[in-house]
């Protein structure tokens, strides 16, 4: 059986092995004139564009009325209200690790340090912190407390990071820390910080308290900070997670916050009694109005810039 050629308008088809009585129509292959042709449905574009153009919305009917009695009056029946979503297959995601910290309470100091310290041998475990870092004047103080191996006090389960405790607080917590245990303060001066840095007088404040500690320690640890010392243990936030550290954090804000209030009395205008020296937004407009004073750290910039003439 040969193959067969058809030519329809312009069309060409090829057929092999099939006679022309069971292939289509000619007119079956043509596309049909545009006469015929439906007229093309208005996108939602045109809709918009040509709000008359669009076809008439459905009427809608009283509450009572059936779908026969729309269809009856050329209404299209009303359409069926969407399915609600099923429930999600997998649990949604977890919140952000920054979202649970920042809803998470403040860490309980402990004493896993201390305790691993005193097993290794150590009589005296001596907890290290700075306070007066950022402010913009008064001098940065640190203060040292050890704790003794073998004995337990009942502030243990109170002293946190002093930043997170009220005034009255640290004032208690500071009280019974000074009666029961060994410690000291260390101080630099404003001097001292515009002439070596802050970093520098963080160490030194620091080792002017282990100067002053009556006891000798076996272990130190520091908030992160190391020190020419023996033993030392630097712990990021320690006054966050070490007793022996976060008592020595109270102690040291209550004592330096003793001397700003002096200062506030000394140098009035500031606002020192409140802000203890930090650059809120009082004490910026203060030193911008009235220039620093005698106590301001002028290695610090806003405080050099405040000393401007211009």
């Known amino acids: 059986m040969g193959g067969w050629r058809l030519e329809v308008g312009g069309w060409r088809l090829e057929v092999g092995g099939y006679p022309p009585s069971l292939l289509p129509a000619p007119s079956s292959l043509l596309p049909p004139p545009s006469s015929q042709l439906p007229p093309p449905r208005p996108t939602a574009a045109a809709e918009r564009r040509h709000p008359a153009a669009a076809p008439p919305k459905a009427a809608s009917h009283p509450r009572g009325a059936s779908r026969a009695t729309a269809g009856e009056a ?3 029946p009303p359409a069926a209200q969407a399915a609600p979503l099923p429930p999600p297959r997998f649990p949604l995601p977890a919140l952000p690790p920054t979202l649970h910290a920042m809803a998470a309470p403040a860490p309980v100091p ?3 340090f201390e305790r691993e310290a005193w097993e290794a041998g150590a009589e005296w475990v001596a907890g290290v912190d700075e306070v007066g870092v950022g402010p913009l004047a008064g001098p940065v ?4 407390v050890a704790l003794p191996r073998g004995r337990r006090f009942r502030w243990y389960a109170e002293v ?3 930043k997170v405790l009220t005034g009255a607080a640290r004032d208690r917590l500071a009280a019974a820390i000074r009666e029961s245990v060994p410690w000291a303060i260390g101080w630099a001066t ?15 404040c620091m080792l002017r308290a282990f100067e002053q500690l009556a006891v000798r320690p076996g272990a130190v640890i520091s908030d992160a900070l190391d020190l020419p010392l023996p033993n030392v243990r630097p712990v990021i936030d320690g006054d966050a997670l070490s007793v022996a550290v976060a008592a020595a954090s109270i102690v040291a804000k209550v004592a330096r916050d003793a001397v700003m209030v002096e200062l506030c009395a000394r140098y009035p205008g500031y606002g020192f009694c409140r802000n203890k020296g930090y650059p809120t937004a009082e004490h910026r407009q203060r030193l911008a109005e009235r220039g620093p004073s005698p106590v301001h750290r002028k290695s610090y910039a806003p405080v050099a810039q405040a000393a401007l003439p211009w």
Not at 141 to 144: D, E, F, L, N, R
Not at 193 to 201: M, Q
């Open 74 to 76: 050329g209404q299209p």
């Open 110 to 112: 402990t004493l896993r």
């Open 190 to 204: 404003v001097e001292e910080i515009d002439r070596i840095g802050i970093l520098p007088a963080r160490r030194l």
């Open 141 to 144: 103080a640190a203060a040292v």
């Open 160 to 162: 946190r990071d002093s």
